[in-house]
């Protein structure tokens, strides 16, 4: 293959490519900014960091609210956890919703891929009443749905879908979560014992005092040093008197060992 044949196959790779690329990228923001209704929903989207997150997505759906003043009262992390449950990780338009194999079906949200959801926290149930009618609630045990399907807002197939629903979902579970919780304070470490004073070191203490007065418990007696010097005593005695005694027998201890035939001298 020609040189000249490589780069017109890799220009055009490359143009398919960026077309590719071009037609598969949004942005949640620029999308939203054309509905004045969903000006507050944009901001917040915004503010809490979650429309990057949107925007990097490849295939992705918002369910989008016209008033968001119950969130203006709950701190920044509650509200990125509720609007992070208005996420759905996949496609869905309206046609999509109406043929629900079984009328309803559980939708994976933003929240869920956060790793701060609980049990089914991270979860949205979706369900065809007939006709037009499609609701959506946090799945929950026990939740409503409460928050009707309201029309399309925009479509991009198959990447990114705006749907208008009635309200906003807010369990309150994930209001009140505690994974985002402040830490309790820990206690204040103890403060460290006084080093006793000189004067406090030389008293005697009670517990010393005690045990000087208290009676001695009966018991044997162990045999006092004395007794063991009187003992070494009456040993060192008896030895001398033997020395005297064999010397009595054997006034020249040496010419008996020579007769013996061991050579001896006399100190």
């Known amino acids: 293959m020609s040189p000249i044949s490589s780069a017109s196959h890799f220009a055009l790779f ?7 690329s071009t037609a598969s990228a949004f ?4 999308i939203l900014s054309n509905y004045s209704d969903f000006g507050s929903f944009n901001d917040m989207l915004s503010r809490n960091h ?4 949107i925007n990097n997505r490849r295939t992705i759906t918002i369910l989008a609210v016209d008033n968001v003043s119950p969130l203006d009262s709950l701190s920044s992390a509650a509200q990125k956890r509720v609007l992070s449950l208005h996420v759905v990780l996949d496609y869905y338009d309206i046609a999509k919703l109406k043929k629900l194999s079984k009328k309803s079906a559980v939708l994976t949200t933003l929240y869920q891929s956060s790793g701060q959801a609980r049990g089914r926290q991270g979860f949205l149930n979706v369900t065809s009443k007939g ?4 609701v959506f609630g946090s799945a929950i045990a026990g939740s409503s749905l409460n928050s ?3 029309k399309s807002v925009a479509a991009q197939p198959y990447n990114i879908s705006v749907l208008q629903v009635s309200s906003l979902i807010m369990p309150d579970s994930v209001v009140r979560s ?7 304070k820990a206690p204040a470490p103890a403060s460290p014992a006084p080093a006793p004073s000189p004067e406090d070191a030389d008293s005697p ?5 005690a045990s000087a007065s208290s009676p001695i418990a009966d018991g044997p007696v162990a045999d006092s040093p004395e007794a063991d010097s009187h003992g070494v005593a009456s040993a060192s005695g008896g030895s001398l ?3 005297r005694s064999i010397r009595a027998l054997i006034p020249d201890p040496s010419e008996f060992l020579n007769q013996a035939g061991i050579a001896f001298t006399a100190p």
């Open 241 to 243: 008197a033997m020395v």
């Open 131 to 134: 006709g037009d009618q499609i």
């Open 14 to 20: 490359f143009s398919f490519f960026l077309l590719f």
């Open 205 to 209: 203490s009670p517990t010393a005092d």
């Open 27 to 30: 942005n949640i923001t620029r």
């Open 50 to 53: 979650l429309a990057e997150d």
């Open 178 to 184: 505690k994974s985002t919780q402040r830490p309790a």
């Open 148 to 150: 009707n399907l309201v």
